[in-house]
């Protein structure tokens, strides 16, 4: 049983930032390419970030040079640092793994981040 666990949600003002962390439990993190998506009130889940087993990386435009995705296998957890937050940044956002080769993908529970001041 794979569970992705996300944290560092919360509430923030225009400009600021948080760091929000996926753990992944109960298999390696190298096994898999891990991504955060994002789901503002009443829309559809869209993607964030990502960031290939071998650390590669890719953002949505609404988030480059604002938002840094890394990994850390030490850890076993990937990381989402956001800075000059907006608010329409605010949403729940979503830890994400596909094991392309086992045909796996895992979703956590979602982490909210609001910005408002």
């Known amino acids: 049983q794979v569970l992705l666990v996300e944290s560092g949600g919360g509430l923030v003002q225009p400009g600021g930032s948080l760091r929000l962390s996926c753990v992944v439990r109960?298999?390696?993190?190298?096994?898999?390419?891990m991504a955060w998506y994002s789901q503002a009130p009443g829309n559809q889940r869209v993607p964030v970030a990502s960031?290939?087993?071998?650390?590669?990386?890719n953002y949505a435009d609404s988030v480059k040079g604002r938002f840094i995705i890394s990994r850390d296998s030490a850890q076993n957890t990937v990381y989402l640092q956001m800075n000059s937050l907006k608010p329409e940044d605010t949403g729940v956002f979503y830890c994400?793994?596909?094991?392309?080769?086992?045909?796996?993908?895992?979703w956590g529970g979602g982490t909210r981040v609001t910005v408002s001041s």
């Open positions: 994400n793994a596909k094991d392309w080769g086992r045909n796996f993908v895992f």
């Open positions: 109960g298999d390696s993190l190298s096994t898999y390419d």
């Open positions: 960031i290939t087993r071998g650390g590669s990386t």
